[in-house]
Every structure is written in C-alpha cells, then in structure tokens.
C-alpha cells in the first residue's frame, strides 16, 4: 500500500554532516506528520523529530540545533539535515509517514526499514 525508502546514511567523523531522504509511494491520499526516529545498539527506539504537512516542525532535544527537517509535499519526500556529528548519534534512523490512503478515511503510520548513521569519535 504504502512503501517508505531511506537513503543517505554511512560513515562520518565526528563533527561532520550528513543528509538523509525518505520517499513515500503508494496509494496515498494525503500524508499528514512525517518524521524520523533512531534507535541505538541496546536502546529503545527514540523520537528524532517530526515534521507536519504545514511544516510545523518538533525536535528532541538531544538534536537541536544540530539537526533540520524539511519536507517537499508534491514528492511526499521528507529530509533530514545532521551536522555537527556526535558518536551518540550513532544509529539505524528509521523514517515513518502518517498517511490516509486512497481508499480509507482512516489515517495509520507507515515506517522504513531504516538506513544506518555512523558517526566516529
């Protein structure tokens, strides 16, 4: 139904920068919140930040500052921005869209498989 791919991971030096993508497909109506959490080895999945349709945007404070998120409506793209690198923000980033679909009134939260950030101290 709906299919969200990340791109943009891999290695980098602490103090460096990185972009992520995540592009939504499928049989999307509207797409309401869209945003990114991460979760570290032997942690819990975290909030990283979240982006609304009319570009409200929320951020944990561990990343702000540091961290941008944007969006582009007519692609159902959302990006995120990470510089000045930390080695805690090691971890796989996953993205997640909350979307009405085509055929439902209902809207539901549709996740990536998440793309892996490696920050070394």
């Known amino acids: 139904q709906v299919q969200l791919v990340e791109s943009g991971g891999g290695l980098v030096q602490a103090g460096g920068s990185l972009r992520l993508y995540c592009a939504a497909s499928?049989?999307?109506?509207?797409?309401?919140?869209m945003g990114w959490y991460r979760q570290a080895p032997g942690k819990q999945r975290e909030l990283v930040t979240t982006i609304t349709s009319g570009g409200a945007t929320n951020y944990a404070d561990s990343v702000k500052g540091r961290i941008t998120i944007s969006r582009d409506n007519a692609k159902n793209t959302v990006y995120l921005e990470m510089n000045s690198l930390k080695a805690e923000d090691t971890a796989v980033y996953y993205c997640?869209?909350?979307?009405?679909?085509?055929?439902?009134?209902?809207?539901?939260?549709?996740w990536g498989r998440g793309t892996q950030v490696t920050v070394s101290s």
């Open positions: 499928g049989s999307i109506f509207i797409i309401d919140s």
């Open positions: 997640y869209a909350n979307v009405r679909l085509r055929t439902s009134s209902a809207y539901r939260d549709y």
